[in-house]
Each structure stands twice: as C-alpha cells, then as structure tokens.
C-alpha cells in the first residue's frame, strides 16, 4: 500500500462528503444511525469471528490483559452499541439551529446558526465500541468522520465499519462519510494528524502517551485531556455525612476513569473528625492512603506523599490526601497540581461555594455533588466524543454541540450601509 497516496484518497473522500452530510436532513441522519443498528444486530456472529481474530492475536501478541479487557466485544458490549445508536437518533439535532437573533439600529437582524466542524478526525486504542460511538456522534452533528483504531482492534473495527457503511447506503448518505483507517501502519496516525486541508478537528481517545504525542505532532487543532487529578476539598462548614459519602463515591465508584477523585484536601478544623471516618471506608475498600504530614498524624495506616503524589492520576485504588488550613489554601493547591479536569467543594457556606465555583479554573468545578458526575451522560448531552480541558474550543464533556460551531447569520429587507 502506497500509505501517503491511501490517506490523500480517504481525506479527500472525508471532505467531499462532508459537504453532503452537512446539508442532509435529520431525518436522513438518524435513519443512517437506526439502519446501522439493525445491521450490527444481524451482524453479531460476524462481529463475533472478526473479535476472536483480534483476541487470538492480542494474546499471541502479549497484549496487557487491561487492553484484552477492552478489546473484548462481549453480547452485553453489542447490547450497549444498539443502544448508543438508539439514543443518538434520538437526541435533538443541534445542526442548523438559530440564536440570539436581534434587530439592529440599521434594520438588519444578526444571529448564530450552529453548522458542523466538518471532518473529524478520531484516534483510540483498543475498544472496538468506540468506533460505534464516535461515527454515532459525528454523523449526528452532521459531520464526516475518519477513525484510526488501534490496530489490535482491527479486524472488529472493519465488521464495525461494513455495517456502519450499510446504514449510510440505506440513507442515501455518501459511505465516506464514515471511513475507518485499513491498515496497521501506525504511519497512519502521523498522516490523519497532518492534514488541514482535509481534516478540521482530531480527538484522540486513549492514554496519556497517545494523547501528548497527537498534541505535540499535529498540525490540525486537536480537542483532548492529557488525564485527570482530580479533588474534592472538605471544607470547614461541610456536612460531614455528605462529605464522607461524596468522597467515598468520588474515589470509589470507579477507579479506572478520568473523573475519579486522586486527591482528597480536608480543611484543618474538620480533619480530625472526618479522616478516621473517611479513612475505614477507604481501608475496607482496599484503597491506599498517601498523606501529608497532618494526615499520617492522624492516620496511622497512611503513609507519607511525595511531592509526585499530588501530580499522579492513579487510576487505581491509590488516593493521595493533604490537610489544609483554608479554601485559598485548598484552591492554590488544585491551581499547582490540577488537571483541569474536575473538581468538587463540600460545603453548606454559600460564599465559599461560589467563590470555589469562579476561582478554580477546571473544566468542571461542583458543589456538593461527586466528580463522577463530569460526564456527558450525567449532564444531559446523551452521550459525548470525550472530554476537553483545552478552553477552545470546547471545554469538559464533548456532545453534540461541542462537534459543531457557529456563524454568524445576518437578514436583510434590502438594507446598504452608509
């Protein structure tokens, strides 16, 4: 294969039906996306062979048994990829929609219509669902898209991509307009990222690795978060029963995700009370403790952080906790160590609890609520292509607003400026 001639041809494709998905109508779009699921629903036992190819070799191949994890289609996996389809069909199409519409002093009316970015360029390792999602999300949003999967997980992304091909064809929507990379090459990925001239926008999906090399490389902007450190702060005024379940929940729930908590900062006056507490739960859960100095005072079973500890996204049952002497102390801390991803105050004082909410700049800040919450779903976007802690041009869970723009619309009854 001719690699730059085979990425020139799909990008050229990706563009040229970009432009038809864009002026196609809703319904056209969701009638793609509900054919697809049909055709993923008979295709299971073909989804079934071409996953086992991909297993057989990632375990020949000595593949993480994480990534084996992810790379399995398991029936309840294929159960969850009809209901994506399903509820993306159903969400509203943001495409074409019209705000701030106000009259000027010459007469003229000026507004925003929201259009597509275009072609969507999507990078990500192992999980073969993903490329339902991100088509979905797209194609939604009026979008062409082109996925570069992780070339463990080819042979189940191609079966993905015929059935995706058969909803577009029953639509009456060009095929390219969902296009996944054929080949291993991982020279594939150095050419998707660099070209503007056929791809306006790369999300990678992956881990941190991924992520910096496509952010440091590309020559397209690129929508992302490099992880997620994640805090909670128990403030002086907090209901401890609340913090003690936010906490717990924050930490807990789920380890493996970018919304998780990795730091726990707990206000001076409230600590003594509400770490032993907070501190059997992490125990019986089988999460190790990393503490300041206050913390192990306090905590016999702690042991002492490093100063790396407040930087590190754990993605396990790890949590590192710091004692603080004030609010300002516990968001200079989160503006030192940060993310930007998401953080939480517990808290009945008011004042407290806005000043949390415009003082730190993350792309999700809550009150009383479990950073589990920062996610698309969660908040009413029916699903979402990732998370964004960039401030342009989108910013934490990515849906189908965040894959568009806007324009501005001007109408006229024959007005010329004078």
């Known amino acids: 294969m001719d690699l730059d001639q085979y990425m020139t041809d799909v990008g050229r494709a990706a563009r040229a039906a970009s432009r038809h998905v864009a002026a196609s109508a809703t319904n056209a779009r969701n009638t793609a996306l509900l054919a697809a699921r049909d055709a993923l629903d008979a295709a299971r036992p073909a989804l079934a062979a071409a996953n086992a190819a991909d297993m057989e070799r990632g375990a020949a191949n000595g593949l993480d048994p994480a990534l084996m994890d992810r790379l399995e289609l398991t029936p309840a996996r294929v159960d969850s990829m009809l209901e994506g389809l399903t509820q993306v069909a159903t969400l509203p199409d943001p495409v074409g929609s019209i705000s701030d519409m106000n009259a000027m002093p010459s007469g003229i009316k000026v507004g925003k219509m929201r259009v597509p970015l275009g072609v969507i360029g999507i990078i990500y390792e192992s999980r073969p669902n993903v490329t339902v999602e991100a088509a979905s999300l797209c194609l939604k949003s009026g979008n062409a898209t082109i996925l570069r999967g992780g070339s463990e997980a080819l042979e189940s992304n191609m079966a993905i991509a015929r059935c995706l091909t058969l909803g577009l064809q029953q639509a009456g929507l060009p095929e390219a307009a969902v296009q996944v990379i054929e080949t291993r090459d991982r020279a594939a990925v150095g ?143 989160i503006e030192a160590h940060s993310s930007r991803h998401t953080e939480t105050i517990v808290t009945r004082d008011h004042a407290r609890a806005m000043r949390f909410l415009r003082e730190v700049d993350s792309s999700s800040v809550m009150v009383n609520a479990s950073t589990r919450f920062a996610d698309g779903f969660e908040y009413g976007l029916g699903a979402e292509i990732g998370i964004s802690t960039d401030k342009l041009h989108a910013r934490g869970p990515v849906g189908l607003e965040g894959l568009t723009s806007q324009k501005y619309v001007v109408l006229g009854e024959g007005q010329v400026r004078s």
Not at 258 to 269: D, F, G, I, Q, Y
Not at 271 to 295: K, M, W
Request: charged share 25%; proline share 4%; hydrophobic share 45%.
């Open 191 to 333: 050419r998707l990222i660099s070209m503007p001239e056929y791809v306006d926008v790369i999300v990678p999906r992956g881990g941190k690795g991924l992520i910096e090399r496509i952010s440091a490389e590309a020559r397209v902007p690129v929508i992302k978060h490099l992880d997620g450190n994640c805090h909670v702060f128990i403030d002086e005024d907090a209901d401890e029963d609340m913090a003690v379940a936010i906490a717990v929940n924050a930490k807990t729930q789920r380890y493996g995700t970018c919304n998780t908590m990795e730091t726990l900062l707990v206000h001076a006056s409230i600590a003594g009370s509400v770490l032993p507490r907070l501190a059997d739960e992490y125990l019986s859960a089988g999460v190790e403790l990393r503490g300041c100095e206050r913390t192990c005072a306090l905590l016999p079973a702690a042991i002492a952080a490093t100063e790396a500890d407040w930087e590190e996204e754990y993605l396990g049952p790890v949590l590192a906790v710091r004692v603080v002497d004030s609010l300002q102390a516990a968001m200079d801390h």
